[in-house]
């Protein structure tokens, strides 16, 4: 059966969760992606167990999403990590500090550990690696640095390019250095997932629906290969990207069956649940259709009622998540 998931935050009171329980049950899902950020971490964890306890209790599937965790993943939450680990951070090619791990850092690794162990403890069913990504300039809305600055030059990311490579690190994105940034997710990627999978719980990731030859973009046959991956998806992000649904979900989820059925993976899919235009939120139905269609077992949302809890809400929420039920009852059935 087609699994159907909504990402969930933006909540912390328990009787608040009791009666979102009944609703997401009501427009069909079947798994809750929890966001949970460095900020529970530090100040909510008891509620944080509590929440994946409900989940369970309420027969849904529970997936933990580090929510933009150390800087490293998608999401609307800063790093407490950061400011308390200055050497351990990313430094952009503009010689800036960025607000953003380096995962070569021992400091970043135990870190992410950490987070992993919570919430496992705490009774995640899935690890929800979303968007994994070295520092994003054109994500930062107060536009922190250039868009053309690159990470990593913290000095253990140009010692190991020198010995690598033999030169210094250069500052625009050569092969050389192409390679060496996607070792440097690779590597970090490869032993948390590796470290999920030996306790016994499942990995999904989402990587962006970008070319190969985009900045921000990871190489999705090599992230496959990762020992212990269960799902595999991308978010094509069709209003947000000013894309036509079908054309963009029908090309992502042609790449993304090329990389999973040779290797057995699950393929999952993102819809958009922000800023969908009124009067276009029929194209959700659309698009999780087409995903069904081209072989997505696990179709999630990102944010119940139109996401209205957050900026970039959609301008009809409720016609959105009435849209998304529907939806969801009919592809399960
Ligand atoms: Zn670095």
Not at 8 to 18: I, V
Not at 174 to 188: K, Q, Y
Not at 193 to 211: C, E, M, Q, S, W
Request: one cysteine or more.
């Amino acid at each position: 059966m087609i699994q159907t998931g909504v990402s969930y935050f933006a909540n912390g009171w328990p009787h608040h969760l009791e009666r979102d329980l009944d609703d997401i049950r009501a427009h069909h899902c079947s798994y809750i992606v929890h966001c949970f950020s460095e900020n529970e971490m530090v100040f909510a964890r008891q509620r944080t167990a509590q929440f994946f306890r409900m989940t369970r209790d309420a027969g849904l599937g529970c997936w933990a999403n580090p929510w933009a965790v150390l800087g490293l993943f998608g999401g609307e939450q800063f790093s407490a990590f950061v400011p308390r680990n200055p050497e351990a951070c990313q430094v952009l090619s503009t010689g800036q500090r960025a607000p953003a791990a380096c995962p070569s850092a021992a400091e970043t690794r135990a870190a992410m550990k950490l987070w992993l162990a919570m919430a496992i403890d705490f009774g995640a069913d899935t690890i929800f690696w979303d968007e994994p990504h070295l520092y994003i300039p054109g994500w930062d809305d107060l536009g922190f640095a250039p868009d053309d600055a690159l990470a990593c030059f913290c000095p253990r990311c140009r010692d190991s390019f020198r010995v690598r490579f033999g030169q210094p690190m250069p500052k625009t994105l050569t092969p050389e250095l192409r390679l060496f940034r996607d070792n440097l997710m690779m590597d970090f990627l490869s032993e948390m997932i590796g470290y999920v999978h030996d306790r016994g719980v499942k990995n999904a990731i989402t990587l962006l629906p970008v070319d190969d030859t985009a900045r921000e973009s990871l190489p999705w046959n090599r992230v496959a290969d990762i020992r212990g991956l269960d799902i595999f998806g991308t978010d094509p992000y069709w209003y947000l990207h000013h894309r036509d649904c079908e054309t963009f979900v029908r090309e992502q989820m042609k790449k993304t069956m090329d990389v999973c059925q040779p290797r057995g993976l699950t393929a999952h899919f993102w819809a958009q649940g922000f800023g969908i235009p009124s009067g276009r939120e029929n194209e959700l139905e659309a698009g999780f259709s087409l995903a069904v269609e081209s072989g997505a077992q696990f179709i999630a949302i990102w944010g119940m009622h139109g996401n209205s809890a957050y900026e970039g809400a959609s301008d009809d929420p409720e016609k959105v998540w009435e849209v998304v039920g529907r939806t969801f009852r009919k592809l399960r059935n």
